[in-house]
């Protein structure tokens, strides 16, 4: 088993700046479906569907899927800015779509 490396003063610091990082985005926001903010948040379509209804059967998202979606409006927004390498290091291509071919969608 390999030992953790300590954390110094700047990671630190990066890991309590993220943790009171006011993320949050409203799944109104956008003009997509419930499957793609499904799919974005791990949720269900159902659950979702819940977060924009207006009777008793209304969920708030919770804070964890709010900044879910604002990562992505994030990477919607800048993914361009970002270096493919960097990028790739966030979000590495699947083996499937390596195979087949489609990794060039993402850059």
């Known amino acids: 088993m390999t030992h953790p490396r300590p954390l110094g003063e700047r990671e630190l610091a990066l890991i309590n700046l993220y943790a009171h990082c006011q993320l949050g985005l409203s799944p109104r926001q956008w ?14 379509p159902a659950t979702v569907r819940r977060w924009f209804g207006s009777d008793r059967n209304y969920r708030a998202p919770s804070s964890c899927d709010l900044r879910h979606l604002a990562l992505m409006d994030f990477l919607l927004e800048h993914r361009e800015e970002i270096p493919t390498e960097l990028f790739n290091l966030l ?17």
Do not use: F, N
């Open 91 to 107: 979000c590495p291509h699947s083996r499937s779509e390596k195979s087949s071919g489609k990794t060039d969608q993402y850059t």
């Open 31 to 44: 003009d997509v479906t419930y499957k793609i903010i499904a799919d974005i948040c791990s949720r269900s």
